[in-house]
């Protein structure tokens, strides 16, 4: 399920690339304030994620079940996902394809943290009402650059 960016496709207009942003700005939000059903709704019923350890969830409630397995890590902390550097290209299917770097904050007893940096790309689509929705995400950990 790997997606490629193109380098030569057309840019995405201003309007198009707010409205992803502020797609990811609200998605985010879900997940920062543990609203794990909201967080779920922006993905398609059968929507996959596939994290950077190589575990895969498929659909809105096994999305659901992991998310509410982790809450014990969020205990305590303020966890904030920065998004950046999106690349948006239009797929054949009509579906969005958006590449970005994240960069997750939290702030514990402990002070500020920062998480390693990851590579995502997703495929966005839109639901029947004209949202988008996620339908894909494939979460890479940053490493070195290798030549």
């Known amino acids: 399920m790997s ?3 193109n380098n030569s496709v057309a840019q995405a207009t201003g309007d198009l690339y707010a409205e992803v942003q502020a797609f990811y700005a609200r998605q985010m939000r879900r ?4 609203d794990i059903e909201g967080f779920a709704e922006t993905f398609t019923d059968d929507g996959e994620v596939v994290h ?4 895969r ?3 809105r409630a096994e999305m659901i079940a992991a998310m509410r397995a982790r809450l014990p ?13 999106l690349l948006i290209e239009r797929l054949a ?7 970005y770097y994240t960069l997750v904050a939290q702030m514990g007893e402990e002070g500020l943290s920062f998480q390693p940096t990851y590579t995502v790309d997703d495929v966005l689509v839109r639901d029947p009402g004209g949202s988008l ?3 894909s995400r494939i979460i890479r950990r940053s490493g070195p650059v290798r030549r």
Do not use: I, K, N
């Open 3 to 5: 997606q490629v960016l």
């Open 31 to 34: 997940a920062d304030s543990l």
């Open 52 to 55: 950077a350890d190589g575990g």
């Open 57 to 59: 969830t498929a659909g």
């Open 73 to 85: 890590r969020y205990e305590g902390v303020s966890t904030q996902h920065w998004f950046g550097q």
């Open 93 to 99: 299917d009509g579906a969005l394809g958006v590449s």
């Open 133 to 135: 929705r996620t339908r």
